[in-house]
């Protein structure tokens, strides 16, 4: 939310077109790295929520195996 309106203030500010688009490609530069790195978290957690919900699955399976 911040970095919006600090981009909001930003192209207010600028004086010339020019400043505006090389503003305007820094902000989305910048959004892009933040959900990028977002996404790379969010991957991390689903598999680590992937692989601690399937270990009790394992470890049953494995119990099953193991006393036949």
């Not at 004086?15 to 892009?32: D, G, P």
């Amino acid at each position: 939310m911040n970095s919006g309106f600090d981009y909001a203030r930003g192209l207010l500010a600028t004086k010339s077109l020019s400043e505006a688009v090389e503003l305007s490609a820094s902000h989305v530069r910048k959004q892009f790295d933040a959900l990028s790195g977002q996404a790379k978290e969010l991957s991390a957690l689903a598999q680590k929520v992937a692989a601690d919900a399937s270990e009790p699955i394992k470890s049953g399976v494995s119990k099953t195996f193991k006393t036949q």
